[in-house]
């Protein structure tokens, strides 16, 4: 019997948290919730809707919620994440876990954008969006129209896989990249989502810059050469150019200078910045060069390592009190 889990990471969504965990529940085995730190009544409304609940006791982030649900819930078979201010539609969840119960796909990612899909999406976020699904791509080579999907589901055996190193929003990116190191098969279904509710809690432009500049540092690990060698030797290039524009500007100033006026200066010091540049460019270069090759060497050394660490950590509560209280969950009959 295959047991699946709904993760629900919930901050501050008493108004919508019901209605989520009620829709949720018709197609899963056990709801999960997450209270990041929540200062209103989210907790207490998700126990009356029927979910199991863990709550931070200060606001951790989506990441650190995503960590301790997936750590509950590490006796599943699918984990299904759905985001808690309502905008997903909960009877959607079946075109998520059907590709992983059907062999095709160890991760699914709900997309709002596929086939063309989100017309209805406010352009500001689309823009922000698109960004974004390129930074993943840069970061992590697989090609995606939703980076920033909180709707997926994952098999059993892709939960060790995750570093869950971000603690904010930046995870949604961060694990599609884990998913793609390790090799696993993700698979897109399309979505719909609604942008009427404004459950959301934070603002999109900072939220989206934010999350743009973790990517960003995680290109910085994974993708070296593309971070570091490229801007080099465009910088070195340009260095090159132009020193040899100012040196040919120097003699040729020189030249002239020598017939009328032997005591006029000319200066050097426009080339030597261009040395200097091209310098500067080269070193950045040869960092980037080192640096891939230390990541090809982590990259063949740590994922085991990874898998066993995370494996460990889900299998121990000690520096987890919230997971304490919470039970083993019950095989109950597949309601699907």
Same mark, same amino acid.
């Given at each position: 019997?295959?047991?699946?889990?709904?993760?629900?990471?919930?901050?501050?969504?008493?108004?919508?948290?019901?209605?989520?965990?009620?829709?949720?529940?018709?197609?899963?085995? !056990?709801?999960?919730?997450?209270?990041?730190?929540?200062?209103?009544?989210?907790?207490?409304?998700?126990?009356?809707?029927?979910?199991?609940?863990?709550?931070? &006791?200060?606001?951790?982030?989506?990441?650190?919620?995503?960590?301790?649900?997936?750590?509950?819930?590490?006796?599943?078979?699918?984990?299904?994440?759905?985001?808690?201010?309502?905008?997903?539609?909960?009877?959607?969840?079946?075109?998520?876990?059907?590709?992983?119960?059907? $062999?095709?796909?160890?991760?699914?990612?709900?997309? *709002?954008?596929?086939?063309?899909?989100?017309?209805?999406?406010?352009?500001?976020?689309?823009?922000?969006?698109?960004?974004?699904?390129?930074?993943?791509?840069?970061?992590?080579?697989?090609?995606?129209?939703?980076?920033?999907?909180?709707?997926?589901?994952?098999?059993?055996?892709?939960?060790?896989?995750?570093?869950?190193?971000?603690?904010?929003?930046?995870?949604?990116?961060?694990?599609?990249?884990?998913?793609?190191?390790?090799?696993? &098969?993700?698979?897109?279904?399309?979505?719909?989502? *609604?942008?009427?509710?404004? $459950?959301?809690?934070?603002?999109?432009?900072?939220?989206?810059?934010?999350?743009?500049? !973790?990517?960003?540092?995680?290109?910085?690990?994974? !993708?070296?050469?593309?971070?570091?060698?490229?801007?080099?030797?465009?910088?070195?290039?340009? $260095?090159?150019?132009?020193?040899?524009?100012?040196?040919?500007?120097?003699?040729?100033?020189?030249?002239?200078?020598?017939?009328?006026?032997?005591?006029?200066?000319?200066?050097?010091?426009?080339?030597?910045?261009?040395?200097?540049?091209?310098?500067?460019?080269?070193?950045?270069?040869?960092?980037?060069?080192?640096?891939?090759?230390?990541? *090809?060497?982590?990259?063949?050394?740590?994922?085991?390592?990874?898998?066993?660490?995370?494996?460990?950590?889900? &299998?121990?509560?000690?520096?987890?009190?919230?997971?304490?209280?919470?039970?083993?969950?019950?095989?109950?009959?597949?309601?699907?």
């Amino acid at each position: 019997m295959t047991i699946v889990t709904a993760i629900i990471p919930a901050y501050n969504e008493e108004l919508s948290i019901g209605s989520v965990i009620l829709g949720t529940k018709k197609y899963v085995n !056990r709801v999960i919730v997450v209270d990041d730190g929540s200062a209103d009544n989210t907790s207490e409304i998700a126990r009356l809707a029927g979910a199991e609940v863990i709550s931070h &006791k200060t606001n951790k982030g989506k990441g650190a919620a995503l960590k301790t649900g997936f750590m509950a819930a590490e006796d599943s078979d699918i984990i299904v994440t759905i985001d808690s201010d309502g905008q997903h539609n909960s009877d959607e969840i079946p075109k998520l876990i059907n590709p992983i119960l059907n $062999g095709e796909a160890d991760i699914v990612n709900g997309s *709002r954008y596929l086939n063309g899909n989100g017309k209805n999406t406010p352009s500001y976020r689309r823009v922000g969006q698109k960004v974004l699904d390129r930074a993943t791509y840069l970061s992590s080579k697989i090609k995606i129209t939703d980076s920033q999907s909180g709707f997926r589901a994952f098999a059993r055996h892709t939960f060790p896989v995750f570093r869950f190193k971000s603690s904010d929003f930046s995870i949604e990116s961060e694990m599609l990249s884990d998913a793609a190191d390790a090799g696993l &098969k993700i698979m897109e279904v399309e979505i719909g989502v *609604r942008y009427d509710l404004n $459950g959301s809690t934070k603002n999109p432009v900072s939220h989206g810059i934010l999350v743009l500049m !973790r990517i960003l540092n995680d290109i910085e690990f994974r !993708r070296p050469l593309f971070y570091f060698t490229v801007p080099g030797m465009i910088i070195s290039i340009a $260095g090159i150019s132009l020193g040899l524009m100012f040196f040919g500007d120097y003699v040729a100033k020189s030249t002239i200078y020598a017939g009328f006026a032997p005591s006029a200066s000319t200066s050097l010091a426009p080339t030597m910045f261009a040395i200097l540049l091209t310098m500067a460019g080269g070193f950045l270069a040869i960092v980037g060069i080192i640096l891939h090759s230390i990541s *090809r060497m982590i990259n063949n050394i740590v994922p085991h390592f990874n898998q066993n660490l995370n494996s460990s950590l889900f &299998k121990d509560s000690e520096h987890y009190p919230e997971l304490k209280s919470m039970q083993k969950p019950l095989k109950v009959k597949n309601s699907k």
